[in-house]
């Protein structure tokens, strides 16, 4: 079978429309967006990372690798991209460390945006409290070349000895990379009602086709996504409130690119004096949200605010490395309403005003993504 390529759907106009042109336009649309690449890889056998060490996690068993882009014989700690577009990427690190000595470990993907390399940090925090350590990373990572530009599991180890790599199911570190939209393409659409056919005597015009079969496609292709993220590098205060309490994080970079790499929000749905993102079409969407401080302490939370109701999606608080930057990431799926907004949450309970983390400091900045999953 050949390849689907992304979908650039024909626009019809009056006439004859045969059979074929039309059986060729829909069936590479429904080829490739019913089988996108997508990429699951495990670490089953474990591996050293040495004091103050990084290493790319090994990726011995994949779950799913649908257009191979996970050549275990050439470089099993990389997936390299298939077909250019925005990845959803995940990946967790489970670390061998049950000690009490809190030791300040970090989750990152390692990527290319466009060519040029980049680390983005995810949960970066203390392990010390008997239990090993799982940390969280994630993104929307637009690689752009073929078989060149890539995503891949890194751990950061800054402890006086080496730590292993936890490798007993369930526990496993994995990376996780799925194609959720192109590059670009055509925005403003609705959601796809797939309207029934006309029957006879009816008939089939190319205004039809170009609202039901053109822009659904198009739709498919390029659904509502945000990526945005805080670049000032020493960011807003964080006050210390206990029990948890809310302040929303700004976010000051959500088009073009910057230190945080490439930013964007295709339908246009953020609100910059409300630091909010408000949904442009109704649907089931994935939210992303990472937050990072100048110093930890007590507790420290990441969530969500949507519409005003905030739902916490990760906190840590045993141990926190006093005077020492954390990071903590989470992930939900919520159905929105065209119009709702989502927010991204902070609180923290050192005792003490903290700063908020943006690019210009590191790889583990705020930052909030969104992508439109189905209606």
């Given at each position: 079978m050949t390849t689907p390529s992304i979908p650039s759907p024909a626009t019809w106009s009056s006439g004859p429309v045969t059979t074929k042109a039309l059986r060729a336009d829909v069936s590479n649309g429904v080829s490739y967006l019913s089988g996108r690449p997508l990429f699951i890889g495990y670490n089953i056998g474990g591996g050293i990372i040495p004091a103050n060490g990084v290493i790319s996690v090994p990726?011995?068993?994949?779950?799913?690798?649908?257009?191979?882009g996970h050549s275990p014989a050439v470089d099993n700690t990389v997936y390299l991209c298939q077909s250019?577009?925005?990845?959803?990427?995940?990946?967790?690190?489970?670390l061998a460390y049950t000690t009490t000595t809190a030791a300040l470990f970090a989750s990152e993907i390692a990527t290319t945006f466009a060519g040029a390399g980049s680390s983005l940090i995810g949960d970066q925090r203390?392990?010390?409290?008997?239990?090993?350590?799982?940390?969280?990373?994630?993104?929307?990572?637009?690689?752009?070349?073929?078989?060149?530009?890539?995503?891949?599991?890194?751990?950061r180890n800054p402890s006086s000895a080496a730590v292993g790599l936890f490798a007993t199911s369930p526990n496993l570190s994995y990376l996780s990379a799925r194609w959720v939209a192109a590059l670009s393409g055509t925005t403003g659409l609705p959601v796809p009602s797939n309207p029934a056919w006309p029957v006879p005597p009816g008939y089939v015009t190319s205004s039809f086709l170009n609202g039901n079969i053109r822009?659904?496609?198009?739709?498919?292709?390029?659904?509502?996504?945000?990526?945005?993220?805080?670049?000032?590098?020493?960011?807003?205060?964080?006050?210390?409130?206990?029990?948890?309490?809310p302040t929303v994080v700004t976010l000051d970079t959500t088009t073009g690119s910057g230190s945080g790499g490439p930013a964007t929000d295709n339908y246009s749905g953020?609100?910059?004096?409300?630091?909010?993102?408000?949904?442009?079409?109704?649907?089931?969407?994935?939210?992303?949200g990472q937050a990072g401080v100048s110093a930890g302490g007590g507790t420290f939370a990441v969530g969500f605010s949507v519409n005003g109701t905030v739902t916490w999606v990760k906190s840590i608080g045993d141990p926190i490395i006093s005077g020492?930057?954390?990071?903590?990431?989470?992930?939900?799926?919520?159905?929105?309403?065209?119009?709702d907004t989502v927010q991204l949450v902070a609180s923290q309970s050192s005792g003490a005003t903290v700063n908020l983390i943006g690019s210009g400091t590191g790889g583990s900045f705020c930052k909030m993504v969104i992508f439109w999953e189905s209606a």
């Open positions: 990726l011995d068993t994949e779950a799913v690798d649908n257009w191979g250019p577009g925005w990845y959803w990427t995940v990946s967790v690190i489970v203390a392990g010390g409290n008997g239990f090993q350590p799982s940390l969280l990373a994630f993104d929307l990572c637009p690689l752009a070349t073929t078989g060149s530009d890539y995503v891949r599991a890194v751990a822009d659904t496609l198009r739709f498919l292709t390029y659904p509502p996504l945000f990526r945005g993220y805080l670049a000032t590098s020493s960011g807003p205060s964080l006050p210390s409130a206990a029990p948890l309490t953020w609100h910059s004096g409300s630091n909010s993102w408000q949904a442009p079409v109704a649907g089931v969407y994935t939210i992303g020492q930057p954390a990071c903590i990431a989470g992930i939900r799926r919520v159905r929105l309403n065209a119009g």
